[in-house]
């Protein structure tokens, strides 16, 4: 009882398309509200007709250049930090994953047990003690503030070991007959050939912080040091009425992370796939 | 052993700064938040720091805020099996042969991949009652359902009711018209919810019933995650599914709904429960986002989750030996799901 007949598959086909397209629609739709909201003026905001009337291409200057609220600073605070995080993270995570994948020491695989049962711990448990810990080393307030305490995942040494033990191992016993250090091996062999796990961690840990909101949010308190996301909250708080220049400021929020997906969308499905995602 | 003591060294070094970082920034905070929890630290008042054993706990046990957040956590949690179900049906969809299928997926995953800060304060602006656009679709949706409201009430009155309870009818109109009188929701502004949850009890009452805040927030959360990567999971899943299956599936004449049935829900069953569980837990932590852009908590603390309370209650009262009492309850519950994943999950979903 095949039902297949040319006709009915065309018309399958075009309802699964009509379908997508209205999902689709539904995606996207938001998106184009908030482009067309951000170039209206602010007398527009109450009419209905999503359309600007008067195109105001100007808010963005406004929004960029804001007596008050400095988002380029914020923009150069949000990548410094990501980056370094981002720096940091690879650094720490891949020589503890090598130490996981290819040493050979006694009560290795105990260890890292330990370690990934740790992962499950909660971040809001250790929130209040970090915070408390950055007070006391006068941290609190400071780009290290906000660096340091994310640069040490477990997350991350899962991953890239997981990665690691998928490269033959006889390359390790070779290069160490050829005399080769533990450091020379990971420096020379074993990093290069991870590369697509450092590839995949790195987009996750910089976005992940990029978008960071928390942590920021109760560390810093002057206004020059705020991330995008806490400038954006700051924006919307004491501005929040002149929506076309706070969907502006979103629009902006929004545009580098488009182009960075599309140039980076093959390595995030690989990433997901290889369980890079959390929550 | 020169050369056993040496690996041990090598090892060792390269582990310190992961090592090290780890101790200090999880595993001694770890310990340090269970010590506090036991105890009555304030960092606001100057109370001299004292061992007040389990009463944090007690006292959060009996504090009805505290369950007030755990519904409201639990209701969010509402969008979890809407979501997965829709990144299900939309995997399936993609996983045919379907001219243009990169470009859906790329679509369908840009809400997921921009979320933040900036898409919340996109929909506060969207679920504004009387500027945004939803309520402006809403209200225009429901006018033909309010004139057509009008006509009834108004032959009904002319050919029913005499003249002189005209005035009464006007005033207390007859509860079979009630669907005329249906409005569009205040969205964020509102305590009403779907299982008519009193704001500040844990009770239900009529007057309740309806779409809120927490809803918005439910319905925000599925926008951005159907398409996310619970849908870049699905699809891989089944890209694994042997395809013979399907076809010894189709010469005994399945259709498409028992081909699913069938083949694809079970064979997907482990990345289900990988998703469902990691959802879970995430969901148990979630909400502070939403709540401190959207609503700050409230209205009348309806959009407070577990999170967002434990926040208040460190960075706000400075109540640091309660607060940490609360994310010790919160990780009890989140160490529960992690117990049913180890017993039951298959641990290979996720590689």
Request: net charge positive; no cysteine.
């Amino acid at each position: 009882m095949s039902m297949s007949s040319p006709k009915a598959a065309t018309r399958n086909a075009l309802l699964v398309h009509l379908l997508l397209l209205s999902i689709a629609a539904s995606m996207f739709l938001p998106f184009l509200w908030m482009v067309l909201a951000s170039f209206k003026p602010l007398n527009e905001i109450q009419s209905y007709n999503p359309v600007p009337v008067n195109w105001q291409i100007g808010n963005y200057a406004e929004v960029l250049y804001h007596p008050h609220i400095s988002f380029v600073k914020y923009y150069f605070n949000s990548l410094f930090v990501a980056s370094w995080v981002t720096f940091l993270t690879l650094l720490t995570s891949s020589m503890a994953a090598f130490a996981f994948a290819r040493l050979q020491w006694p009560g290795r695989d105990r260890v890292f047990k330990l370690y990934l049962a740790t992962m499950m711990v909660p971040g809001v448990v250790t929130m209040i003690p970090n915070y408390v810990l950055l007070v006391k080393l006068q941290l609190l307030d400071s780009y290290a503030g906000l660096i340091i305490p994310a640069s040490f995942s477990a997350f991350g040494t899962f991953m890239l070991r997981q990665f690691m033990v998928t490269i033959p191992q006889s390359l390790d016993e070779a290069a160490t007959i050829d005399g080769a250090s533990p450091g020379r091996l990971f420096w020379d062999i074993i990093l290069p050939l991870s590369r697509p796990g450092l590839v995949v961690l790195a987009i996750f840990t910089f976005m992940g912080n990029y978008g960071s909101f928390f942590w920021p949010l109760i560390v810093i308190k002057t206004e020059h040091l705020r991330t995008l996301p806490v400038g954006m909250l700051f924006f919307d708080t004491v501005y929040g009425r002149q929506i076309n220049l706070i969907m502006a400021a979103s629009v902006m929020n929004v545009i580098p992370l488009m182009i960075a997906f599309l140039f980076l969308q093959r390595y995030l499905v690989k990433g997901i796939q290889m369980g890079a995602i959390k929550g | 052993m020169v050369t056993r003591r040496r690996a041990m060294l090598a090892a060792l070094l390269f582990l310190l700064p992961n090592l090290l970082g780890f101790a200090i920034f999880t595993l001694i905070p770890v310990g340090f938040s269970l010590l506090a929890s036991f105890t009555n630290w304030n960092i606001s008042q100057a109370v001299p720091l004292r061992w007040v054993g389990l009463d944090n706990y007690i006292a959060l046990l009996r504090s009805e805020p505290f369950w007030l957040y755990l519904v409201n956590t639990g209701y969010l949690m509402l969008g979890l099996p809407v979501a997965i179900g829709g990144s299900l049906f939309l995997a399936t969809l993609l996983s045919r042969p379907i001219r243009g299928g990169g470009l859906y997926r790329t679509l369908f995953y840009l809400p997921s991949f921009t979320a933040g800060i900036a898409l919340y304060i996109l929909w506060k602006k969207l679920f504004n009652p009387t500027v945004g656009p939803i309520n402006y679709a809403l209200d225009t949706l429901l006018m033909p359902l309010h004139t057509g409201g009008e006509a009834v009430f108004t032959w009904w009155l002319w050919s029913y009711v005499p003249q002189q309870e005209w005035m009464g009818a006007l005033l207390d109109p007859p509860w079979w018209l009630a669907w005329t009188l249906v409005q569009s929701p205040s969205w964020l502004g509102s305590t009403q919810n779907l299982f008519a949850l009193h704001p500040e009890h844990v009770q239900l009452n009529a007057s309740q019933f309806g779409f809120g805040a927490r809803d918005a927030i439910i319905v925000m959360g599925v926008w951005g995650a159907i398409g996310g990567g619970n849908m870049l999971l699905y699809i891989a899943g089944i890209a694994n599914i042997p395809r013979q299956l399907y076809e010894a599936a189709e010469i005994d004449g399945a259709g498409a709904w028992a081909k699913f049935r069938h083949i694809t829900w079970p064979q997907l069953a482990p990345t289900t429960f990988f998703i469902l569980v990691m959802s879970v837990i995430g969901g148990l932590q979630g909400g502070f986002e939403q709540a401190r852009t959207l609503t700050e908590g409230g209205p009348a603390g309806t959009t407070t989750t577990l999170t967002y309370h434990i926040y208040n209650l460190a960075f706000e009262e400075f109540k640091i030996g309660y607060a940490s009492a609360v994310s010790w309850v919160l990780f009890s519950m989140i160490f529960v799901v992690t117990l049913i994943n180890w017993r039951f999950g298959n641990s290979h979903v996720n590689e």
